[in-house]
């Protein structure tokens, strides 16, 4: 069941046109590890949402949620 997150994180990947395997790549992860985050079957630890929003140029707050009035 997707989440929050994992339609954040979705929606993050598409504005800048990269694949799964793109942002596994700029993150060190596994892109399994990425389709497993957006497809809301496991939550990505701490480091790895840094990582993810690094990558990606959004804040923790945008992809948390804490934060829904912008994405960057």
Same mark, same amino acid.
């Given at each position: 069941?997707? %989440?929050?997150? #994992? *339609?954040?994180? /979705?929606?993050?990947?598409?504005? /800048?046109?990269? %694949?799964?395997?793109?942002?596994? *790549?700029? @993150?060190?992860?596994?892109?399994?590890? /990425? #389709?497993?985050?957006e497809c809301g079957q496991r939550?990505? #630890?701490?480091p790895n949402v840094i990582k993810?929003?690094?990558?990606l140029k959004i804040s923790l707050?945008?992809? %948390?949620?804490?934060?829904? @009035?912008?994405? *960057?």
């Amino acid at each position: 069941m997707k %989440t929050n997150l #994992s *339609k954040k994180l /979705i929606q993050a990947r598409e504005n /800048i046109n990269w %694949t799964q395997l793109d942002l596994a *790549k700029a @993150t060190g992860l596994q892109a399994a590890a /990425i #389709s497993h985050f957006e497809c809301g079957q496991r939550l990505p #630890s701490l480091p790895n949402v840094i990582k993810l929003c690094v990558a990606l140029k959004i804040s923790l707050d945008w992809l %948390t949620g804490l934060d829904e @009035t912008n994405q *960057k």
